[in-house]
């Protein structure tokens, strides 16, 4: 079974919808991360979580939400969904002696 | 700014065809830098990390170093299995665990 698992994998959506994307892992980590990743820019940090208490904004985090519902539930929310969200989304995992972070599958969302 | 610049965007390789990916990078205060591989449609795949100049890590084909502003990943007698994207992301000073990931170098080996 996978260590990261995302929900749901792809998801097409209109202008304006809310939408939820959630992270689940079983690696025993307590630090959670919620990137995106749009081609020709790399992967850009949105949120991220070091325990269930801390939520901590990312470098794109306008138009984002988060929730760390345990220490190893992380969901992503958009309010208000707009076309330039279209991207695919990335969970991700470290723990807090080790600094490499590992990743979820994806989640690719399409905005029309 | 921390920045991490990837070269080249595209390497195509023959099978056995060694060569090196580039990863330039400015950060204050390294803290790590990190190779990852991703392929189509799933999340990137942790490989290595390196934590000072000099530093080497190998596994199978893959051989990456560091210097003070650079890594190197080297591919050694590439398969066309090592056809994917690798991506390089250093960690800075500071609280945060923030990484900032290069754009990425796409490999294609061909048979």
């Known amino acids: 079974d996978a260590d990261v698992t995302q929900t749901p994998r792809n998801r097409i959506t209109k202008t304006g919808k809310r939408i939820m994307l959630e992270c689940s892992q079983t690696?025993?980590?307590?630090?959670m991360y919620w990137y995106r990743q749009d081609p020709g820019l790399g992967l850009r940090l949105i949120y991220y979580?070091?325990?269930?208490?801390?939520?901590n904004k990312g470098e794109i985090s306008d138009g984002y939400s988060v929730s760390r519902q345990a220490q190893a539930k992380f969901s992503l929310s958009l309010e208000s969904a707009i076309p330039n969200q279209t991207a695919l989304y990335f969970c991700?995992?470290?723990?807090?002696?080790?600094?490499?972070?590992?990743f979820g599958p994806g989640t690719r969302l399409t905005v029309t | 700014e921390d920045q991490v610049t990837q070269s080249p965007e595209a390497l195509r390789l023959q099978e056995g065809e060694s060569s090196s990916l580039n990863c330039s990078y400015t950060v204050s205060g390294l803290r790590g830098l990190f190779w990852y591989r991703q392929d189509p449609g799933k999340g990137p795949e942790f490989l290595f990390t390196l934590y000072s100049a000099g530093e080497e890590k190998e596994k199978e084909r893959l051989k990456a170093t560091l210097t003070k502003k650079e890594s190197f990943l080297h591919i050694t007698a590439p398969k066309p299995e090592d056809s994917a994207t690798y991506l390089c992301a250093v960690l800075g000073g500071g609280a945060t665990n923030k990484l900032i990931f290069g754009t990425g170098t796409l490999l294609a080996v061909q048979p």
């Open positions: 979580s070091f325990d269930v208490k801390d939520i």
């Open positions: 690696k025993g980590h307590d630090r």
């Open positions: 991700a995992t470290s723990d807090h002696d080790r600094d490499e972070q590992y």
